[in-house]
């Protein structure tokens, strides 16, 4: 099974700040991967797929990049309703595999 | 409006069985292929199963394989997991979820509780 190692694992930040979130595949998944936000008590929200495709309705501050082995979510400059946590997923092959998470807290 | 209702869930004690169900509406569910995702109390999530929109294909995680059945029914627009032997361990909420293009999951139900113990 692919494994997805997500860094780091939680993450305190201010209002407006820029954060990255990072999800490395242990082998080439080529852009076969997703970003998901989740919020306490909520299904995840589809964020990005493809890598880089931003999921209808979704705010432009969040930017998915990266191919292969090695993939980012950026937030251009964070708002409120972002502290929450993140989720990679890829879907190169089965077993789908998601990353273990990472936690957006309030600084 | 695309809906996802998950039900079935519910204690049960280990080596019991339960079946979930996941009531689709809003779209054409026959063209979608589907998944469960689960998710242990303060844990991250864990792919479950993956059908095919005929049901022709399906793929289980190894935690699940041999226990769990995933299965569906296009005339009621429903999908099933079929949780057999439990354990404490497949204490979880669990999620239905569709995969369109891209293998991406738009859309997610709201999940159903399923605690696993005696």
């Known amino acids: 099974a692919i494994q997805m190692t997500q860094s780091p694992s939680s993450l305190s930040a201010s209002v407006g700040d820029r954060v990255t979130i990072t999800c490395r595949a242990s082998?080439?998944?080529?852009?076969?991967l997703s970003w998901y936000q989740q919020k306490p008590g909520k299904a995840p929200k589809l964020l990005v797929y493809?890598?880089?495709r931003l999921q209808s309705g979704v705010p432009s501050r969040f930017t998915g990049s990266g191919s292969g082995t090695d993939f980012t979510l950026t937030i251009s400059s964070l708002q409120p309703e972002d502290f929450a946590t993140y989720y990679c997923?890829?879907?190169?092959?089965?077993?789908?595999?998601f990353g273990q998470g990472t936690r957006l807290e309030i600084k | 409006e695309v809906q996802l209702v998950e039900s079935g869930g519910g204690l049960v004690q280990p080596g019991g069985s339960l079946r979930l169900s996941c009531a689709a509406s809003?779209?054409?569910?026959?063209?979608?292929?589907m998944n469960w995702v689960r998710q242990a109390p303060g844990k991250g999530l864990e792919w479950v199963a993956y059908?095919?929109?005929?049901?022709?294909?399906?793929y289980y995680a190894d935690s699940v394989k041999g226990r769990f059945i995933i299965s569906r029914d296009n005339t009621k627009n429903s999908l099933y997991l079929q949780m057999n032997s439990l354990r404490v361990e497949d204490t979880a909420v669990y999620y239905c979820?569709?995969?369109?293009?891209?293998?991406?999951?738009?859309?997610w139900g709201h999940g159903t509780l399923v605690p696993v113990s005696s």
């Open positions: 979820a569709t995969e369109s293009g891209y293998d991406r999951f738009e859309y």
């Open positions: 809003g779209f054409t569910f026959s063209s979608f292929e």
């Open positions: 059908i095919s929109a005929s049901g022709s294909s399906i």
């Open positions: 082998q080439d998944i080529r852009t076969d």
């Open positions: 493809d890598a880089s």
């Open positions: 997923l890829q879907d190169y092959s089965f077993p789908r595999t």
